[in-house]
């Protein structure tokens, strides 16, 4: 019944916004790939809705990473303001909540190296669960987009290796021939979303489009496009960046805790560039160049796909983080935040995380050749 629906109709699939030939599905090619496909949405659409949290909605925002589809849970915006990420099954899930209690634990509150990671990663708020589904646990984590109207959204994977040093050869292959110029870049892009304020519309570049950079792109066809606002480069929002940056290099030439792999770096900022309407008029800029005034937090204010929301009972919450620990200083750029993301591969090592800051070094002399351009 299938095969003789698909053989009736032209089939035009679209990947990342670039349209593919159209093919008539009545060929040889349909019968061996299309009807592949075709089978696989089908399937796909069979399976159960997954039940979000109570008070939560999936995160639109989300460039990297698992998503809420296909019967799966990706990140999460719940009410309160905070970001639910769902534990991975283990080990990976269980390195990250361990790394993230270790970070956030009262026994780090002596221990100068951790305090200082605090500041450099999303505030852990703690483990959470939905009542329905005990036993789908989420890491409730710090909303850096809450006070950004339109946040535009760079996530950064970091280091030559993605790989971790227990990495089969097959999985060392594998990841390498994800993107060979990090082998020279320290670092890939996995994903994009920018803003215009003449249009009103986000715009997404996806992993897709991220891979076909180079070298020689990356610089300007890719942070290029990140960092323009309606073809304007932000250059104070570039050396916010780079401070920000800095700090981060600054903590890893000091600590001999952690190395991190496949771990990534987040990298927000207001793509509405307009003052906000509840700022004092003698109020100051942030030195970013953005108003750093009370913003009224809406995830995502452009135009964007409806959000069903559902109504469930109160989250259940365990293993709480007493919020006086946690609290991290005011950024001296309220309007820019840079955060390490990511931290289901991370080893507790002696030595210096000679990976990571290799990609960091070229990432800020990446960022300083766009700031001249």
């Given amino acids: 019944m299938i095969l003789q629906y698909i053989k009736n109709v032209y089939i035009t699939f679209s990947d990342s916004g670039h349209q593919h030939p159209r093919v008539k599905t009545g060929s040889a090619l349909a019968k061996a790939g299309l009807r592949k496909i075709v089978l696989k949405r089908l399937m796909s659409s069979l399976k159960r809705t997954p039940t979000l949290p109570p008070g939560t909605k999936p995160l639109d925002n989300q460039v990297a990473g698992h998503q809420t589809a296909d019967g799966k849970i990706g990140c999460l915006v719940h009410e309160d303001g905070t970001v639910l990420k769902p534990v991975q099954v283990p080990p990976k899930g269980q390195t990250e909540v361990e790394f993230y209690q270790e970070v956030f634990g009262e026994q780090a509150s002596t221990d100068k190296v951790l305090l200082q990671l605090r500041e450099l990663v999303p505030k852990f708020h703690g ?21 950004m109207r339109q946040p535009c959204v760079l996530d950064i994977k970091m280091g030559r290796k993605t790989y971790d040093p ?35 519309k986000f715009q997404k570049f996806d992993k897709y489009f991220c891979k076909k950079l180079n070298e020689e792109t990356i610089v300007f066809e890719g942070f290029g496009k990140f960092f323009a606002i309606d073809g304007v480069l932000q250059k104070e929002v570039i050396k916010a960046v780079i401070e920000r940056l800095e700090q981060i290099l600054e903590w890893f030439h000091k600590q001999r805790t952690f190395n991190f792999f496949a771990s990534s770096l987040l990298v927000v ?46 989250l259940v919450s365990s293993d709480s983080v007493d919020d006086k620990t946690t609290n991290p200083p005011d950024s001296p750029h309220p309007k820019v935040q840079v955060r390490m993301i990511d931290f289901a591969h991370v080893y507790h090592m002696t030595e210096e995380d000679e990976n990571y800051i290799f990609g960091l070094k070229h990432l800020i002399d990446d960022f300083r050749r766009l700031l001249k351009s």
Avoid: W
């Fill in 269 to 314: 900022f207001d793509g509405d560039i307009s003052p906000s309407p509840s700022s004092h008029p003698n109020s100051s800029l942030s030195s970013s160049g953005l108003d750093g005034g009370n913003i009224t937090h809406n995830c995502c204010n452009g135009e964007t796909d409806s959000i069903i929301e559902n109504d469930f009972s109160d």
């Fill in 127 to 147: 483990i959470v669960h939905a009542p329905k589904e005990p036993d789908v646990r989420f890491m409730k984590l710090e909303n850096l987009l809450q006070d």
């Fill in 166 to 200: 227990f990495a089969s050869k097959e999985k060392i292959a594998m990841e390498t021939a994800k993107f060979p110029p990090a082998k020279n870049l320290g670092y890939q892009i996995s994903g994009m979303l920018t803003y215009s304020p003449k249009t009103g």
